[in-house]
């Protein structure tokens, strides 16, 4: 396993949650990490994602003002802070290494991907 998303959990609308993705075989350090998500029955969906060095980073309308997507190179994690939780949130989420520089929006442009850790948010 190269990339391992944990962090997620139970909570109640409104809550915070922190998802880490660690990187075990510097899968990501020169590469754009994004996070997905897949809801039960809904296709995956982009959800945030962070250029190589952190310097640029994108949104899903759905999250944006929400949600905040942070790197720490020296210890190859990405994290995925998120705030004013609602149970439309309440997805697995996915932590995935972009095959180039920057975090596309499509999960195509992603070569690696985490195993998923379940975020359910309770209304």
């Known amino acids: 396993v190269q990339l391992q998303a944990s962090g997620g959990g139970l909570v109640q609308a409104g809550d915070s949650l922190r998802l880490s993705c660690a990187d075990s075989k510097r899968t990501f350090s020169n590469n754009g990490v994004g996070w997905f998500r897949q809801a039960p029955g809904k296709a995956r969906e982009f959800v945030a994602g962070i250029s190589w060095n952190g310097g640029g980073s994108s949104y899903a309308d759905s999250v944006k003002g929400r949600f905040t997507i942070s790197r720490d190179r020296a210890k190859n994690l990405v994290y995925l802070q998120m705030d004013s939780l609602t149970p439309e949130d309440t997805a697995v989420y996915y932590c995935?290494?972009?095959?180039?520089?920057?975090?596309?929006?499509?999960?195509?442009?992603?070569?690696?991907w985490g195993q998923g850790t379940l975020v359910t948010v309770s209304s």
């Open positions: 995935a290494a972009a095959r180039g520089a920057w975090a596309s929006t499509s999960g195509s442009n992603y070569r690696y």
